[in-house]
C-alpha cells in the first residue's frame, strides 16, 4: 500500500511536467557511459547466465535420455526453469544478434492464438519425425517446432512422464535436440554480443561514420525503445489478454508457460530485466539537475510492478491457472498495469525529453 501511494503521489507531482524538448541538448559523454555500463554490466552477463542455463540443460537432457528416470527428468525440467528465467530478463533485446537467423523466433514463437505451433509439435511426437531428433534437420523446421514453447509442452504437456520409460524415448531425443537448438542460439547470442568487433562493441563505438548508429543517443533510443516494448508486451498482450475483466473470465491458458507453471517466473523476469537495464544506466548522472527525479520515479515504478508479481508467485505451489482464479491474486495482478504503465509513459516521453532525445518509432504503436 505504501509503494501504491508513493506511486499516485509521484505520478501526481510530475504528471504535467515534462514535455518533448527539443532544445535540450543531448548528454553525449554521459549518455556514452550508460551505454558502455548498460552493454558490460548488464547486456553481456545477462547472456552469459542465459547461454550457460541453456548449456546445463542440454547436458541434462543428454543424460536422462542416456539414462531414464523421475530424478533426471525432475532435473531437467528444473533446469528448464533457468532457461526461461534468464530468457525472460533478455527478453526485451529484440534487435541486433536476435534479428540474425530468426534466432528470437527459433527461441520464443509467441504469440500463437490458433496453437499451429502446438499442433506442429504435437504431429512430430505423434508420427515420430526422425528429422527432429537431429540438430541440423530440426533447425530447417519451423520456428515453432524448436524453441521454448515446444519444450514446455514436451516437457510439461500431455505424456511428458513418458520419457522416465522405453515409452518414451523418441520425445525425450526431440526435447533434448530442442534443448541442443536453444544452447546453439544462445551461444551464437552471447558471441554476436560479447565478441570484439560484435554488438556490444558496436552500441559503445557509434559515430557519424557508423552503419548502424550514427550517435550515442541512437543507441540510447534503441534501449529506451527495447524497454518499452517489453513492457507493452507484458502488460498488453501477455496480461490483459488472460486476465479479462475478472478471475472468473480470465484466461489462463493464453499465457506462455502456463503448462510449466512459469508464467509469472517470466513475467517477472521481463520486468526485473527491465529494472536491471534502467539500473545499469545510472540516469541521474545523465539527466539535467532539476529532472534527476524521473531516474527515481521510473525506478519505482518498476520496483511496485515487479514486487507484485513476486509476491503473487511467493510461494506458492499452485498452478497459474488457479492463482489467475483467485480473486485476491487476480486483484494484484490487475494492478501491475498501473505502475508499468507509469514506467512506459516515462520511457517514452519524460526521459527521452530530458535526455534530448526523440523517442522515435514504437513498434507496438503500430504504423
Known amino acids: 500500500m505504501r509503494k501504491l501511494l508513493l506511486v499516485m503521489a509521484a ?38 547466465r542465459f547461454k550457460l542455463a541453456a548449456d546445463l540443460q542440454s547436458q541434462a537432457y543428454e543424460h536422462l535420455c542416456e539414462s531414464p528416470s523421475d530424478d533426471h527428468l525432475v532435473t531437467v525440467q528444473s ?24 534466432r528470437f523466433e527459433r527461441l520464443l514463437f509467441w504469440p500463437d492464438p490458433r496453437g499451429r505451433g ?15 531428433v537431429n540438430l541440423e534437420t530440426l533447425q530447417q523446421k519451423s520456428v515453432a517446432v524448436q524453441g521454448l514453447l515446444a519444450l514446455d509442452f514436451v516437457l510439461f504437456g500431455t505424456g511428458f512422464e513418458s520419457q522416465t520409460g522405453a515409452d ?37 563505438s557509434a559515430g557519424p561514420e557508423d552503419a548502424r548508429y550514427k550517435s550515442t543517443g541512437e543507441v540510447m533510443q534503441e534501449f529506451l525503445r527495447a524497454a518499452r516494448e517489453q513492457l507493452q508486451i507484458v502488460r498488453d498482450t501477455k496480461m490483459v489478454p488472460v486476465l479479462q475483466d475478472s478471475a472468473k473470465t480470465a484466461k489462463p491458458k493464453l499465457a506462455p ?30 539527466l539535467p539537475e532539476d529532472q534527476q527525479y524521473l531516474a527515481d520515479q521510473l525506478t519505482l515504478e518498476l520496483e511496485t510492478a515487479r514486487d ?12 497459474f491457472e488457479s492463482v489467475v482464479r483467485d480473486p485476491e491474486d487476480h486483484a494484484r ?14 520511457l517514452t516521453r519524460e526521459v527521452p525529453a530530458a535526455l534530448g532525445l526523440v523517442a522515435g518509432f514504437n513498434a507496438m504503436d503500430g504504423d
Not at 517470466?266 to 527491465?274: H, K, P, Q, R, T
Not at 501491475?336 to 504503465?341: D, E, Q, Y
Open 333 to 346: 495482478l490487475t494492478y501491475v498495469s498501473i505502475p508499468m504503465t507509469g514506467a512506459i509513459t516515462l
Open 79 to 102: 533446469r528448464f526453469a533457468d532457461v526461461v528465467e534468464t530468457f525472460s530478463r533478455i527478453e526485451a533485446f529484440r534487435f541486433g544478434p536476435a534479428r540474425e537467423d530468426n
Open 11 to 48: 505520478a501526481i507531482a510530475f504528471g504535467g511536467v515534462a514535455r518533448a524538448d527539443t532544445e535540450r541538448p543531448v548528454p553525449t559523454e554521459a549518455l556514452k557511459k550508460s551505454v558502455a555500463q548498460a552493454v558490460d554490466q548488464f547486456v553481456i552477463p545477462s547472456y552469459a
Open 308 to 319: 507484485a508479481l513476486h509476491e503473487t508467485d511467493a510461494g506458492k505451489n499452485s498452478s
Open 168 to 204: 518414451g524415448e523418441f520425445r525425450c531425443h526431440y526435447g533434448a535436440t530442442i534443448a541442443e537448438a536453444i544452447s546453439h542460439v544462445a551461444n551464437g547470442l552471447y558471441d554476436g554480443w560479447s565478441l570484439p568487433g560484435g554488438y556490444g562493441d558496436l552500441m559503445k
Open 257 to 286: 508457460f502456463w503448462r510449466s507453471n512459469l508464467t509469472l517466473v517470466s513475467l517477472e523476469g521481463n520486468v526485473a530485466g527491465v529494472t536491471d537495464l534502467v539500473e545499469s544506466w545510472s540516469l541521474e548522472k545523465a
Open 118 to 132: 502446438l499442433q506442429q509439435v504435437q504431429s512430430l511426437l505423434l508420427e515420430k519425425d526422425q528429422g527432429a
